[in-house]
Structures are given as C-alpha cells and as structure tokens.
C-alpha cells in the first residue's frame, strides 16, 4: 500500500516552455502533498504544500507565478513550471500524506521526474 | 524552529560490515516524529521507518535497527552485514506534530557505498 506516482519520469523541454508534473497517491487518498526540489548530491527542498480544494502554501524564495500547483482531488496534484528556464532543470519529486489511519503522518514519495531544459 | 543533522557526508564500507549513520535533531515540541528514508541511483525516496517522540524503543527489521535516545536527541540508523545493494542516500527527516501540514525537515543525507 502507500503507492506514490508520478509522471513524467523525465521530460526534455524548450527554454519558453510550460512542463506539467501529476502526482497520484495510487492506493490511498491524500489530504496533503508535497512538492520538493532536489539538485545533484543535495538534500530535498520543499517547495510547496498542497492541500486538496485550497491555494498551496509556497515556500520562500519559490515563486507561485513561476511553479503552478493544483490539488484538484485527495488523488492528484499537479506542478506546472512555467516559462522553463535551463536553472529550472532539476529532480522534481512529490509526496502524499494519508488522510487518516496509523500511517497518516508518514509522507510517501513518487518516483521523481527529472525536468531538463534547453 | 527543528533541524536535522546528519554529519557524515560518505561513508564507505566493505560488504558485510556493520555500519551506523548518525542523526541528531533539534526540536521544541515535546511530539514530534522522526522517519529515515533510502535514496538509491533511481531517485526515488523509499519510507523506512517513523518513530513518534514517546516511543523509545530501539526498532529491528531484518538488517536493520535502529536506535532512538531523547537524552542526546538521535536517532541513529545501523545496517548489519551490510550489501551492495544497500548503496544509496539515506535520509533523516522530522515532522513536528503541531500544525496539520506536518511538513519534513531532512538532513543533508549520508552517502554510503557498499563495496564488493
């Protein structure tokens, strides 16, 4: 159980150009998701909290203009990198929290999408 | 505010020796969590274990164990008879149970590499 997906696991965009990320719980519903950023050999960094029906709560220094977050259902989040930038190329990775149950404040990552632009 | 730190960057080891990774945390709540978690190459963050604040009995799974002591605040991970497919980043977090988003606060993550 606690099955996180997301998709694309690698995209290859255009400098310009809008890149959508869907993060699904599989298994279980989410009340809350998490949108991390991850550079090479560095820890993660959380760049927004997402809660199903609301505005996502953004981090400092991470522009919501910039990183479009949409939690439309306890299933799916979506991360929207508008406008990519090469300095937006990174690994991009999400987590869920369970609504309830015993294992409701353990966070479950996807499996990352890493996001190049040219 | 809550902090994680993990001071060992690398570690290399030879299989099937013992190996601990450290973390040590800071945090004013007096509930909180604490939870460790596997990088391998692919990426992908593998849950290992949470242990809440007011259980502080040391945890065995397999090779695995794992030793929890509020008195120095760590949280510290071992692998036993360690393999090569235990080479990865493996990551300390804390979730403070205040507030409902529960958000991770990670450490900088100790590399370890299992020779063959």
């Known amino acids: 159980g606690a099955v996180v997906s997301q998709h694309p696991s690698r995209v290859i965009c255009k400098s310009g150009t809008s890149v959508k990320i869907e993060c699904r719980s599989l298994d279980f519903q989410a009340t809350t998701m998490f949108w991390y950023r991850q550079f090479p050999k560095k820890s993660l960094m959380l760049m927004a909290t997402?809660?199903?029906?609301?505005?996502?709560?953004?981090e400092q220094g991470v522009e919501k203009d910039k990183f479009l977050i949409n939690h439309a259902s306890l299933t799916l989040s979506t991360l929207t990198v508008t406008s990519a930038h090469p300095e937006d190329s990174s690994f991009y990775i999400c987590s869920a929290r369970q609504l309830a149950g015993e294992t409701r404040e353990t966070q479950y990552f996807g499996p990352g999408t890493r996001l190049l632009v040219l | 505010a809550q902090k994680v730190t993990q001071a060992q960057t690398e570690i290399s080891v030879v299989e099937k020796e013992d190996v601990t990774l450290d973390c040590v945390y800071e945090t004013r709540d007096t509930t909180y969590y604490l939870f460790w978690y596997k990088q391998p190459p692919s990426g992908e963050l593998v849950f290992l274990i949470r242990?809440?604040?007011?259980?502080?009995q040391n945890e065995i799974s397999g090779r695995y164990s794992w030793n929890f002591q509020k008195s120095t605040s760590s949280f510290n991970f071992t692998i036993t008879a360690s393999q090569v497919v235990d080479s990865a980043v493996y990551f300390c977090a804390l979730s403070e149970a205040t507030g409902s988003a529960r958000q991770l606060t990670f450490g900088s993550g100790t590399q370890l590499t299992v020779l063959p």
């Open positions: 242990r809440n604040s007011f259980d502080e």
């Open positions: 997402s809660n199903e029906g609301s505005k996502a709560t953004y």
